[in-house]
T-cell receptor, first 112, second 114 residues
């Protein structure tokens, strides 16, 4: 079974401070991991995926298979980063093919 | 414009009523999904479809049913609504040819059963 855990329900930082949203997963195969974001009054949308190794809006996330983690990081948080962030895992075969499993979500608040 | 539409956006209804939540997409996607999300909680997959006449139950057991008669339409039905069905329901779609399986979400339907 696949599982995603985001240990922090709420995370508050001040503008300009570094931010790290934690995500841990359990999956027996080779996972594909994503971060989705939901800004206030907007739809849930893809922020970034590990396979692209990209930086979006200053955010990066590195897949650490040894620690089974996919933490989301940004060196200098901005007020517009305030949102709900979900870590998600996609299974790579069998009955789990194509399906996403989401974590519980972390509400990030960036104070001015 | 390519988009995913969900109607109604809000629904308050009495126990025992039959309801259908509509989801349509003009993205040209084959895969569609229904998620249930309680406030501040994780999304749980309750149904998915890989194409016309294909429907599967998701990870979270649900008393709802779905149908996929047309590619762009994926309605969810509750035959007899109960207060335990109160939740937000999110519809999503993705491209079968997209190996990354990026899912695009609709605005959601917030259901309250009294």
């Amino acid at each position: 079974a696949q599982r995603v855990t985001q240990p922090e329900k709420l995370l508050s930082v001040f503008k300009g401070a570094p931010v790290e949203l934690k995500c841990n997963y359990s999956y027996s195969g080779s996972p594909e991991l994503f971060w989705y974001v939901q800004y206030s009054r907007q739809r849930l949308q893809l922020l970034l995926r590990h396979i692209s190794r990209e930086s979006i809006k200053g955010f990066t996330a590195d897949l650490n298979k040894g620690e089974t983690s996919f933490h989301l990081k940004k060196p200098f948080a901005q007020e517009e980063d305030s949102a709900m962030y979900y870590c998600a895992l996609r299974g790579a075969g069998g009955t789990s093919y194509g399906k996403l499993t989401f974590g519980q979500g972390t509400i990030l608040t960036v104070h001015p | 414009e390519a988009d995913i539409y969900q109607t109604p956006r809000y629904l308050v209804i009495g126990t025992g009523k039959k309801i259908t939540l509509e989801c349509s997409q003009t993205m040209g996607h084959d895969k569609m999904y229904w998620y249930q999300q309680d406030p501040g909680m994780e999304l749980h997959l309750i149904h998915y479809s890989y194409g016309v006449n294909s429907t599967e139950k998701g990870d979270l057991s649900s008393e709802s049913t779905v149908s996929r008669i047309r590619t762009e339409h994926f309605p969810l039905t509750l035959e007899s609504a109960r207060p335990s069905h109160t939740s937000q329901y999110l519809c999503a779609s993705s491209d079968l040819a997209d190996s990354y399986n990026e899912q695009f979400f609709g605005p959601g339907t917030r259901l309250t059963v009294l």
